[in-house]
């Protein structure tokens, strides 16, 4: 018998006294009703003490799919020989005993056990369950990344041995961290595990049964969180109480600087080649670029005026907008406002440019802390402390809102932002925070007890720089602010966004499963109707009249569960129609005047009308509900009102803007909009969408006319050199531009080639050429490679290709997705030398490596837009050359992103190869090719490819990797 070192035994009860078996199973896919077993692992343990080991291969009696071999190395030649399953049973059985089972998603172990005639366990625990709850903000959940961050030695992946072991060591890390917790949150898990049945729960109970007595007595009386330690947390300074309802309150804090120290200083003086920022910040390069730019916005800023900045690679373009704002706003001005699209520079920002310039402004004389900083962000990133309250009241619930109940519970003991953000949810429980989010929680009528939007916008009214995202932006365009505190500058960076940000916040999206969801929460005993009536009650305001409505809204919300049940069946119907000889295929349909002119959309129209009336007579149902609930005096069951009436307003809110959005849909499309039908994946749900044909009046109206002065800025903003293109996009009409180029020397820095001999994507051995000459590269050069692609479905198809070949050659591959998210991918990439890493969508800018650079950048295909997209496709019938003049542009600006991910920093080299043979052949590559800063391009036979980039290297005498 062996020990786990990693564990010390923390219990004296029973838990460290009980046999437990943990199991993990590989199997030929993921279907238990067809797919098969092929290996077993298990270990029996008691605590901290190893009893025994289990192990088998089993013949599955079918071939094991390429993929599986892939993913676990386990050939039909290994199992060839193995016994079938029948024959490993009576052994599995006898060791497992009448044990409890720990898995990883043991569901799907215990599944596929009882399918083959193993006896079903009487107690599991999962330590998916354990650590979903227990670590809120885990980068990752699955047993990899967790046994990564928990420091876990994991020999083989996907070996059923190496998992179950792993398992085991995760299971009592977590036991660990269950019993830290304070018992008013075990007895709080407790509870979850009466009204779910859920066996973390359980563990909880066991844990708090052997506590010490007096401590668990004060448990059971226990609020937790405790709101009056949240509301600490939470307090900032007594101004902040109260601007909730006074967004335009002024910030309050008297500025200056420090003396005469500060007098005078000029934009020189901190960017100059001997300013403070050279001698403040370690490897800091003096480059004019960043120094133009400064000036620039201070200018802008001053006076008033907009100004679109193209900072190329390498200007350090935060620092030239940070440094001004501070300085303007530390000089008596009021707060600036910057909005960036992305996390990854939200918290480049916060975590690194902004005490960088707080560190330049303490060299210039102002004192510690004579910045605040403070970031803002809408309603539904925020948690309602009163909904969440309520909804962990509820007396029976299922096993993964009691999961959800306590990963938000173990959160609540720390945070101090209540920022959904720092939770790793699954896509099911996104919705579900949502629900307890102050999304639709308007006119909270409480200012006392703890409120985590109320606190984020009071520290940002006390801000003299607040960060926020396009998204919010665009909310508070749509409302007529009201949102933002009053700021003299609003500063955009990730500009280039900005026009799709707004194409979705100013149109619409009516999905099948969000009405579904809206009415289904409003029907049966658990649904808020009842809750409301039952609350009323309770507190004595229930008369006939109530009770009547109850009831009368309660069959309303029936008739219109119908009423859309029969409107989703009439849209399927429609989009059948108007895809004649093919059926339905999902992708989507662009609602023009032919598809409203076919017969079924009459169908449709008269759905859409019996579905409008049931669901108003719903909405203003809840209307009179919520007037009931806020009716009722004050009283002990005040606060439980106040979240049943929250839930009911945030209800008929999304009822009334899905009504919205059907009409513009269906009966009354307006002019300027385009609507369209979706369904993803095939036969699933149905959405209905709208958007502007053109952002630039609105924002022109909403924004720039408004705003004293908007910077834009971004690495790709201008077209050939010209910003007329953005201009009249986003309807910028005034204001100074420029285009600031890199400091970089491309042409030293990095070499581009592109194969010209290639079939052409879409053409018969395209992928093939692609996946051969990845190969061909990497396994010469054996440094960072990053492959960009288009799709997701390509990036698959490659890495299937590739991965068995190169991995052979030691060289790991990781594709975004299969292996896990961005992060994950470019810190594999990072940490290894001779790695491919293959990336879609979100590689293609934001997130950078950490301690090293890429070697090689490869474009599977140029990116042009899905010729589809009913957006793209309704703008582009606006030009006369709908492909020369919007799609071309297009796609340029998304490859210079791209092409942005090589060159970092000065010491930079790198090879950039296109796989897209159009880019040497067609007419519109030079389009393209020209918009590379200063590179040579070479043309290339795809045959010598992996030889040109090689000799390069040499050249430039960068080395490849063991």
């Known amino acids: 018998m062996t020990q786990f070192p990693g564990w010390q035994p923390s219990l004296s009860g029973p838990l460290d006294e009980t046999v437990m078996v943990s199991l993990d199973l590989e199997t030929t896919g993921l279907d238990g009703r067809s797919d098969k077993i092929i290996e077993i692992g298990a270990v029996k343990f008691r605590g901290g003490e190893e009893i025994e080991q289990y192990s088998a291969l089993v013949n599955p009696g079918r071939d094991i799919p390429p993929f599986i071999t892939d993913l676990t190395g386990i050939s039909n030649a290994d199992v060839a020989d193995a016994p079938p399953i029948e024959k490993i049973l009576p052994g599995l059985i006898e060791f497992l005993g009448n044990h409890p089972m720990i898995g990883h998603n043991v569901a799907f172990d215990a599944g596929f056990l009882v399918r083959n005639g ?12 354990l650590a979903y709850a227990l670590i809120p903000g885990a980068t990752e959940y699955n047993l990899g990344g967790l046994g990564i961050a928990m420091g876990l030695v ?9 998992d179950a072991l792993v398992t085991r060591d995760l299971f009592l890390l977590m036991l660990d961290k269950l019993a830290e917790l304070p018992p008013g949150v075990l007895s709080e898990f407790s509870r979850l595990a009466a009204a779910s049945g859920w066996s973390t729960g359980v563990l909880a109970g066991r844990i708090l049964d052997h506590v010490d007595s007096a401590a668990t007595f004060q448990a059971a009386g226990e609020i937790r969180p405790d709101p009056r330690d949240l509301s600490s947390r939470l307090r900032v300074n007594q101004a902040c109480v109260g601007t909730l309802g006074d967004p335009g309150a002024e910030n309050p804090k008297i500025h200056g600087g420090p003396g005469d120290a500060t007098k005078g ?33 201070a200018a802008a800023i001053e006076d008033g005026e907009h100004l679109i900045v193209e900072a190329g690679t390498g200007v350090g373009k ?33 975590a690194k440019d902004i005490p960088a310039a707080q560190a330049v402004l303490g060299a210039i004389g102002y004192p510690e802390g004579a910045l605040t900083v403070a970031q803002l962000k809408g309603r539904s990133n925020y948690l309602c402390y009163r909904r969440w309250s309520h909804s962990k009241s509820a007396a029976d619930m299922t096993i993964p809102e009691a999961r959800l ?52 916008r009071g520290r940002a009214h006390h801000a003299d720089i607040v960060i926020i995202n396009h998204s919010l932006l665009m909310a508070d365009l749509v409302m007529g602010g009201g949102l933002l505190p009053e700021h003299d500058a609003l500063i955009i960076d990730e500009a280039h966004h900005l026009e799709s940000v707004a194409t979705s916040n100013f149109g619409f999206r009516v999905d099948q499963r969000q009405i579904e969801g809206d009415l289904s929460g409003l029907s049966g005993d658990r649904g808020a109707v009842s809750d409301s009536i039952r609350a009323l009650r309770a507190a004595g305001q229930a008369d006939p009249e109530t009770e009547r409505l109850a009831t009368g809204l309660l069959d309303a919300v029936g008739r219109a569960r119908s009423a859309a049940t029969e409107l989703f069946r009439s849209l399927r119907d429609t989009m059948a129609a108007s895809t004649p000889g093919r059926g339905f295929s999902g992708n989507d349909l662009r609602i023009t005047e032919a598809a409203r002119g076919q017969p079924a959309w009459s169908d449709l129209e008269v759905a859409w009308e019996n579905y409008d009336l049931a669901v108003s ?24 009102l106040q979240a049943i009436g929250l839930n009911v307003t945030a209800v008929q809110e999304s009822i009334e803007e899905t009504r919205r959005g059907l009409r513009v849909g269906i009966p009354e499309p307006e002019d300027g909009m385009v609507c369209w039908l979706s369904s993803r994946p095939p036969n699933g749900p149905i959405a209905v969408s709208g958007a502007p044909l053109a952002v630039g009046p609105s924002l022109r109206e909403t924004l720039f006319e408004r705003e004293h002065c908007v910077v834009l800025t971004s690495g790709t903003l201008a077209d050939e050199g010209r910003f007329d293109r953005v201009r009249e996009t986003l309807g910028v009409d005034s204001g100074n531009e420029v285009a600031l180029g890199s400091p970089f020397d491309f042409k030293k820095a990095a070499l581009v080639l592109v194969p010209g001999d290639i079939p052409e994507p879409n053409r018969p051995g395209f992928n093939e050429a692609v996946a051969q000459a990845i190969k061909d590269v990497s396994t010469l050069v054996r440094d960072r490679t990053l492959v960009l692609f288009t799709s997701n479905s390509a990036l698959n198809t490659t890495r299937s290709a590739i991965r068995s070949s190169l991995q052979a050659q030691k060289i790991k591959v990781v594709a975004q997705g299969i292996d896990g998210p961005p992060h994950r991918v470019m810190r594999a990439l990072d940490a ?36 589809s997209d009913p957006v793209f496709s309704a703008r582009s019938e606006l030009y006369d050359d709908g492909f020369g003049d919007y799609a071309v542009p297009s796609a340029v600006l998304r490859f210079r992103q791209g092409f942005g991910r090589l060159i970092r920093s000065r010491s930079d080299r790198g090879v950039f190869v296109v796989l897209d043979s159009r880019m040497a052949t067609r007419g519109y590559g030079a389009a393209f090719r020209d918009a590379l800063p200063g590179c040579d391009v070479e043309i290339v036979r795809a045959s010598e490819l992996a030889a040109r980039v090689s000799r390069w290297r040499d050249e430039a005498h960068i080395e490849s990797g063991e």
């Open 118 to 129: 193993v006896p079903p366990r009487t107690q599991t625990f999962d330590t998916y369950d």
């Open 154 to 162: 994991h020999d083989a992946p996907h070996r059923a041995l190496s």
């Open 265 to 297: 200083t000029t934009i020189s003086d901190v960017f100059g080649a001997d300013g403070h920022l050279s001698r403040e910040l370690p490897d800091y390069e003096h480059r004019s670029q960043q120094e133009r730019m400064a000036g620039l916005v």
């Open 318 to 350: 935060s620092m030239a907008y940070l440094v001004p704002a501070a300085l303007h706003t530390l000089s008596g001005g009021r707060r600036i406002v910057v909005s960036t699209n992305t996390i990854n520079l939200q918290e480049q920002l916060i």
């Open 405 to 456: 109940l306590a990963k938000t519970m173990v959160w609540l003991e720390t945070t101090a932002s209540g920022d959904r953000s720092e939770l790793r949810l699954n896509r099911d429980d996104q919705a579900a925070v949502t629900r307890m989010s102050a999304q639709g929680a308007r006119g909270c009528p409480a200012p006392d007890g703890p409120c985590f939007l109320r606190t984020a």
């Open 617 to 640: 007579t719903v909405s203003l149902g809840l209307r009179d509900i919520g007037i009931a609930l806020e009716r009722a005096p004050s009283s002990l069951e005040s606060r439980n």
């Open 832 to 867: 290894d030398k001779a790695t491919v890493a293959l990336g879609a969508a979100s590689l293609w800018e934001g997130v950078d490596l950490e301690e090293s650079s890429i070697g090689v950048l490869m474009m599977a295909r140029l990116p042009f837009p899905v010729p």
